[in-house]
């Protein structure tokens, strides 16, 4: 039996030549596998049809959306996930649920490798390959551009020696990378970093500098999930789906950063995800009214190292698992709304309520109903400042305490301090 090799099919025209080409290279009948993450563009139909034509002996499409949104994206938005403080992890995310697919189609079809389309310099090849060896350790990968020297050019030369029926005439200067979690460009003039993105770098995002009037927005969330929106009920994926029109039409969610890349790589990343950031604001605000004090700071940890899991490839991971736990774990009370007034870039909170929340209108207020005992604060102070109290009597008897001097002046005499010599 002739070895198949299941491809990550996107329909464009590096992975439709790529089919031919691992066939070339390999002798081996390739399966071509479609994931619909929210990226939008063509039918996924009309991709299968694409991928037959081009030379695969099968088809498998998927549409994911609304697994992608229940068990990526609301993980992701749970764990409050910013990479560098500033990246929603829009494709990292996508990768573990395409890989899932991929390792279904080898096993339903009995291939022996995965192909996948990114190059050795990138992080998704750590994504992908780690993700399908956690799946199913018995697969081999392999990646054409990689491993089988398929450049642009050659896909170009390729496609239309081969008359495929793709379009090979497109030029666009950016490599992009999209799901409905967020968009991702980089490449061309980008890459000189002091260069700033022109307006065709955007899509999912319109100019912040001219935006329509404000947009005031109620997001309703269950257990750190969104349920409704201004009191329609929403799944994961309509969420989302509202929240990036909404805020993208504000211009929120436009990101540029420096990134450190996990083959050690600074790379310039532009993003735009407009709704993840706006629900992630959103959710975060609704934990600070949630959650104890010091669950609140020991899960902005577990948050941070969750991400950087996620970020280097390690979606299918023990430690992720566990961080799994502990991230659902907190989200028990994390129910109530959130009002955000979207406008010229930013989203901004303006009120929220929860039937689950820790604030306490009759401890917080200054005014006439005040619950807190102050007189309970002086002995709290005392033991509170104990320890350093006694550490700083140490130092004052072991003449090792603070100098309070200002300025130079000796604080026995009140005298100005001499100048060492050679100085003015």
Known sequence: MTERIVLAYSGGLDTSVAIGWIHDATGADVIACAVDVG??????????????????????VADARDEFADEYCMPALKANALYMDAYPVVSAISRPVITKHLVRAAKEFGATTVAHGCTGKGNDQVRFEVSITSLAPELKCI?????????????????????????TTKNNPFSIDQNVWG?????????????????DVYNYTDDPSFPPVADEVVISFEQGVPVRIDGRPVTPLQAIQEMNRRAGAQGIGRIDIVEDRLVGIKSREVYEAPGAMALITAHQELERVTLEREQARFKRQVGDRWTELVYDGQWFSPLKRSLDSF????????????RMTLHGGRATVTGRRSETGLYDFNLATYDEGDAFDQSQ???????????????AARDVALGNGEDLSIGGADPATDEQAPEPEGEQ
């Open 377 to 391: 604060a002086r002995g709290f102070i005392e033991i509170y400042g104990l320890a350093a109290k006694q550490a």
């Open 143 to 167: 990646a054409p551009v990689r491993d089988l020297a398929l450049t642009r050019d050659r896909a170009i030369e390729y496609a239309e020696r081969k008359k495929l029926p793709i379009a």
């Open 183 to 199: 968009r991702a460009i980089e490449t061309g003039f980008l890459e000189d970093i002091w260069n700033e993105p022109t307006k």
């Open 327 to 338: 991230i659902e774990d907190t989200q028990r009370y994390v129910s109530g709304d959130i």
């Open 39 to 60: 990226q939008g563009g063509e039918d996924l139909e009309v991709i299968r049809r694409r991928a037959l034509d081009c030379g695969a002996v099968e088809a498998y």
